[in-house]
């Protein structure tokens, strides 16, 4: 069992900046691949990134690689995402969740935070 707790979210102008942590409880954090999921509006929830269970892979969707980058302190236990040259479609709901194999679909994954949201304004 673990469970995630999200922060970091918040409203940005087009163009900026924002780091994302989830923080993991339980020593089995290391176990685990990580992932970011969004949800915008209207819209069904969608994956963003993933990283291996010791960091040194790494998978995105299209529309943000090259902007976002998914990095894991195992130390910390403890995963982010680092958005860079936000956009207004950039907007929702960003969820992370932990997986016992590397995943770039929501059934992949057994655990789940409770998400934060992400407004980017024009």
């Known amino acids: 069992q673990v469970q995630l707790v999200e922060s970091g979210g918040g409203l940005v102008q087009a163009g900026g900046s924002l780091r994302l942590s989830c923080e993991a409880s339980?020593?089995?954090?290391?176990?685990?691949?990580m992932g970011w999921f969004r949800q915008g509006p209207g819209k069904e929830r969608e994956f963003v990134a993933a990283?291996?269970?010791?960091?040194?892979?790494?998978y995105y969707r299209g529309s943000v690689k090259g902007r976002f980058t998914i990095s894991r302190d195992n130390a910390k236990n403890t995963v982010y995402l680092q958005m860079n040259s936000l956009k207004p479609e950039d907007t929702a709901v960003y969820y992370c969740?932990?997986?016992?194999?590397?995943?770039?679909?929501?059934?992949?994954?057994?655990?789940w935070g409770q998400g934060t949201q992400v407004t980017v304004s024009s």
């Open positions: 969740a932990a997986a016992y194999g590397m995943a770039s679909v929501s059934s992949g994954y057994n655990y």
């Open positions: 339980g020593r089995t954090f290391g176990s685990f691949a």
């Open positions: 990283v291996s269970r010791t960091g040194d892979s790494t």
